[in-house]
């Protein structure tokens, strides 16, 4: 369930903004920002698990490969 800004849900609770994914262009700088301190261990578990790109590669999460 999507609520807008300003709407209550059901709960009573207010509700927040949902963006489709990749509707707000995000740069690799950005997201390591966004993970702040936690990056590192992000950026090993995607070596780790996902050493070929292949899990949603359209976030621009990490740089394109070569």
Do not use: C, K
């Not at 807008?4 to 390591?32: D, F, K, L, M």
């Amino acid at each position: 369930m999507i609520h807008i800004i300003g709407q209550r849900n059901p709960s009573g609770r207010g509700a927040g903004q949902q963006y489709p994914v990749g509707s707000i262009p995000t740069t690799p700088a950005e997201w390591r920002a966004h993970y702040g301190p936690a990056w590192a261990a992000f950026e090993a578990a995607r070596e780790r698990y996902d050493p070929d790109g292949i899990l949603t590669p359209g976030q621009g999460v990490f740089p394109p490969g070569p």
